[in-house]
């Protein structure tokens, strides 16, 4: 059975920071892509930041310089690390896992965990 396990939400003040984590178990993890959404109420789900197998990262303009996604393969764990929030970054934030093409293209995502920046 396939479980992505998210924590680290929370409420923080603008310019704070918070560290989200995504424990995956049942799949072979170090070969799957992993990625942050976000779904602020009233909006779509977006994509925050991706990393792939082989570490490379992308992310969305809006976060770029303050956020940074990172994996341990050791762990089975992604992450997220979110500096200098803003309240525009409020949203419940998904990790998902996403299975290379060649081997199904399977996709997982987790719980959701919500994030709110205000003072």
């Known amino acids: 059975q396939v479980q992505l396990v998210q924590s680290g939400g929370d409420l923080v003040q603008p310019g704070g920071s918070l560290r989200l984590s995504c424990a995956a178990s049942g799949i072979a993890f170090s070969i799957y892509s992993m990625g942050w959404y976000r779904q602020a109420p009233g909006k779509e789900r977006e994509l925050v930041a991706n990393?792939?197998?082989?570490?490379?990262?992308n992310y969305a303009d809006s976060v770029k310089g303050r956020f940074t996604i990172s994996r341990e393969n050791a762990k089975n764990t992604a992450y997220l690390q979110m500096n200098s929030l803003k309240p525009e970054d409020t949203a419940v934030y998904y990790c998902?896992?996403?299975?290379?093409?060649?081997?199904?293209?399977?996709?997982?995502w987790g719980q959701g965990t919500q994030v709110t920046v205000s003072s």
């Open positions: 998902n896992a996403r299975q290379p093409t060649i081997f199904g293209g399977s996709n997982y």
């Open positions: 990393i792939n197998s082989s570490g490379k990262t």
